[in-house]
Structure formats: structure tokens, C-alpha cells
């Protein structure tokens, strides 16, 4: 059974820095995309950064490009959203995803989700 668990989210100041861990299960790491969403109160789920299964390959969305860092740990199996210069458009709730392709990707694209993790940036 595949499982996907988001650690590492918090209250943190404005300007701040906080690092998400996704720790899954086997070897999906190798086959998906791995990703991160979030969903703030009220909108709907955003893409956010995704590491491509193999080589290098990373993409950001506009709102944090510059500011996050998506990294995997294939020893650990782990994928790694470091967030700094956090602002408090930020604050939601954030989701770790393993996808199926790196390019416009939408949740419709993903097969496994965690649970998620809260991150909420005050002022």
C-alpha cells in the first residue's frame, strides 16, 4: 500500500523559514512526479513545485519560484519542500502528491495524496 506523510508544518513569522518533508512508501519516488499542493481556506488546491521522477527536472509556480526548493532523498525515499522568505499568502494547508506527469499538472493527474500538513505564516 502506497502511503504518502507530510511532516514538518507550523506557525512561522513573515519572512521566515519552514521545511516540509513528504516521506513515502517503496520506491514511488522512482516512478511519480512527486509534488506539492496546497490548499488555503476558502480555494481550491494549487499546485505548487514538482521534482520529476528521474534526472533533475523541477518546476515552480509562479507564487514561489525564487523563494521554495523541491529536492528528493532517493536513498530515503523522501521528498523535501524548503520554504523560505515565507509570506502570509502562504498560509495553507500543504500536500505532498505523486503525479503523473511534470507539465501542467492539476490533481486530476495524481494517484496518491498524504494527508497534509498545515503551514500558516503570521504577520
Known amino acids: 500500500q502506497v502511503q504518502l506523510v507530510e511532516s514538518g508544518g507550523g506557525l512561522v513569522q513573515a519572512g521566515g523559514s519552514l521545511k516540509l518533508s513528504c516521506a513515502t512508501s517503496?520506491?514511488?519516488?522512482?516512478?511519480?512526479?512527486m509534488t506539492w499542493f496546497r490548499q488555503a481556506h476558502g480555494k481550491e488546491r494549487e499546485f505548487v513545485a514538482v521534482h520529476s521522477a528521474t534526472g533533475t527536472l523541477t518546476r515552480y509556480s509562479d507564487s514561489v519560484k525564487g523563494r521554495f526548493t523541491i529536492s528528493k532523498d532517493n536513498a530515503k525515499n523522501t521528498v523535501v519542500l524548503q520554504m523560505d522568505n515565507l509570506k502570509l499568502e502562504d498560509t495553507a494547508v500543504y500536500y505532498c502528491a505523486a503525479c503523473r506527469k511534470v507539465f501542467s499538472i492539476t490533481t486530476q493527474d495524481c494517484d496518491y495524496w498524504g494527508q497534509g500538513t498545515q503551514v500558516t505564516v503570521s504577520s
Open positions: 517503496g520506491s514511488i519516488i522512482n516512478f511519480y512526479a
